[in-house]
């Protein structure tokens, strides 16, 4: 499989993330040598085989739960914000979304 | 301090210095002080990325007074220290990144209350690759105790190689007796791996068996969370405090009971099946780690298991299915670092978007940089049925494999890498030399089997060699078995790296 300039700077943008030219430059190399390996898995006959998420449904069938929805976490703001980029009078800030 | 002096108490175990402790030998604090003392001498491995003495000695007296107040717990007072990966409120949690220096997580994760709560001390955190992303822990993004630049770990054994990784921080740690234990994660061989490349023993249960609440999330899917110290009998100890169901914080947390993992570590091993799988001993393993592994199984053979030969055809696939498969779940995960709640944020930008680009580009190293990319590649418009949802169908089949396998043996043995740890830099920047060389961890990872790395001696270089020992689910147990009665009859887990 062939990937191109376009391919890594498609993917950067959806990925959120601002690529430098050397660095895309670099990831085109290293993701098409990447895809070479991954050539094997493509051709596997995989029909009828139902896919693996949780790998202990292997042996057994494994619900995922979902918890009752109530407030059980006690109301810790301020330790929640601690580590946030920006913060005033409780709340997060972020750059003007909305015109 | 009758029966021991401070000089012998890093050589102890986990489970003689919990006795020392419980006995009033020896105070929780007197240990405390001598494994952080040890810490700062040997501090130019760069094992550790956080220490807090002051915190670390309050909880060793709190320690001791419920020790001398007679409700201590089963691990009262011995000291242990955390992969950087699990959240700590007394510690900064940075997963390796720079997007999470100085992080301060306002809860523990699971792993570290349930062995809080048996007792256990805790000495700081350990160096990991970044997001647990790395087979080398070189890809690390902040800077060691002692240091001012991102420094890789140095493997005691020769500090011009790699310890392995991700969790390279907890085996050296280990290895170089910083602390009788630590906890590590591993996603695709990242508690195996190092501790075969270190020298120690280390064990990753069944997937759903430890809690990944607080775990930083690198692959949901595969991670998970295990105990890393010298000899199997401490590992069964640490697994039966780490495991037990986790109902309303991880969703895939199986519910099982706690079980004690230690209950059948002197059962004979007389009549037991060892699978030995013909695609771990292919032409792609070094000869002195074949040589080492074949001995390992010959001392089995001793003890009276009989070996097997097996098959585990899809052995080679497993590499582009795991690097499909973490990277998706990874790119997904870590979307939640946008510069908005936590973490790092860009200094300049345009607008919201331009704020998202710029955090992520300066916040992620180039491994989780790729991995990223990969992800999102393999889960966009058009390409998820051919890449993700294929490499999970074939991640059933891998996983229908071992269940064949399993018919005809109890565990199975290999080796955990094809090679002895690396020198540092030896991979450059090919990053899919490292994915290669994790060939035999990843199969029981997809699978989400338990497996192990036990010391089986040494090969090029004097650097250890980790014997896998892989179970079926839940036969933590019976691994653990394995090992210590192997541990009994050899004593390649008890030598100590020269000078350490």
């Known amino acids: 499989m062939a990937l191109t300039p376009q391919d890594i700077s498609r993917i950067a943008n959806l990925a959120r993330l601002e690529l430098q030219p050397d660095e895309s430059a670099r990831l085109l190399t290293q993701l098409t040598g990447f895809f070479d390996i991954v050539e094997q898995m493509r051709a596997v006959d995989t029909t009828g085989i139902t896919p693996l998420a949780h790998p202990v449904d292997t042996i057994q069938p494994v619900a995922l739960r979902l918890r009752d929805d109530l407030a059980s976490e006690p109301n810790d703001r301020e330790a929640n914000q601690k580590s946030a980029p920006a913060v005033e009078r409780g709340l997060f800030l972020v750059p003007k979304v909305i015109e | ?500």
């Not at chain 2, 952080?36 to 040997?42: F, G, P, V």
């Not at chain 2, 770990?153 to 907890?170: A, E, L």
């Not at chain 2, 591993?186 to 609440?213: E, H, N, V």
């Open chain 2, 1 to 500: 301090m009758s029966n021991t002096t401070s000089a012998a108490l890093h050589d102890l175990t986990v489970r003689a210095l919990a006795r020392q402790l419980q006995q009033r030998q020896v105070s929780a604090v007197e240990v405390a002080q001598h494994f952080l003392d040890r810490a700062q001498a040997h501090q130019a491995l760069g094992a550790y990325v956080a220490i807090d003495a002051q915190a670390t000695l309050a909880q060793a007296q709190a320690a001791d007074a419920r020790l001398a107040a007679g409700t201590a717990g089963p691990l009262e007072g011995v000291p242990l220290a955390h992969k950087d990966i699990f959240a700590t409120r007394q510690f900064p949690t940075t997963a390796g990144s720079r997007m999470l220096a100085g992080y301060q997580s306002p809860f523990d994760a699971t792993v570290v209350s349930r062995l809080a709560d048996a007792g256990v001390v805790t000495l700081g955190k350990l160096s990991c690759d970044e997001f647990a992303m790395g087979s080398a822990n070189e890809n690390v993004a902040v800077p060691a105790v002692g240091s001012d630049a991102p420094t890789p770990v140095r493997n005691p054994w020769d500090t011009q190689r790699v310890p392995g990784g991700s969790s390279g921080g907890s085996a050296v740690a280990v290895a170089a007796r910083l602390a009788p234990a630590a906890t590590g994660t591993d996603t695709g061989g990242s508690i195996r791996q190092p501790a075969s490349f270190c020298g120690i023993t280390g064990i990753k249960p069944t997937y759903g068996r430890a809690s990944r609440y607080g775990m930083v999330a690198f692959a949901s899917s595969l991670d998970q969370a295990g105990p890393m110290a010298r000899t199997a009998e401490d590992c069964a100890l640490l697994l039966s405090h780490i495991c037990g169901p986790d109902a309303d914080r991880d969703s895939t947390s199986l519910d099982l009971p706690a079980e004690d993992f230690t209950r059948s570590l002197d059962t004979p091993l007389a009549g037991l099946r060892i699978g030995v799988p013909k695609e771990f001993f292919s032409d792609g393993v070094a000869p002195d780690v074949r040589a080492t592994v074949d001995n390992a199984l010959k001392e089995y053979q001793k003890l009276g298991a009989t070996l097997v030969d097996i098959s585990l055809p899809r052995t080679e696939l497993s590499i582009p299915v795991y690097y499909i498969i973490a990277p998706a779940e990874a790119s997904s995960n870590l979307s939640r670092f946008d510069g908005v709640k936590f973490g790092h944020r860009a200094k300049d930008y345009a607008d919201l978007v331009d704020m998202y680009k710029k955090t992520r580009a300066e916040g992620f190293g180039d491994e989780v940089k790729r991995r990223i990319m990969i992800g999102t590649y393999v889960l966009s418009h058009g390409y998820y049925d051919a890449y993700y949802l294929q490499a999970q169908k074939i991640r059933r089949m891998i996983a229908d494999d071992f269940q064949q396998a399993f018919q005809q043996c109890d565990v199975i043995a290999g080796p955990v890498a094809p090679t002895v740890a690396w020198k540092l830099g030896e991979h450059g920047s090919d990053p899919v030399a490292d994915y290669l060389a994790d060939i035999f961890t990843l199969p029981a990872s997809l699978a989400g089997l338990p497996g192990m790395s036990v010391p089986a001696g040494f090969g090029a270089g004097g650097m250890p060699v980790g014997l896998q020992l892989i179970g079926n689910y839940f036969q933590e147990a019976k691994l653990l078995n394995a090992a210590h009665q192997l541990q009994q009859a050899t004593d390649w887990h008890q030598r100590a790296p020269q000078g350490y």
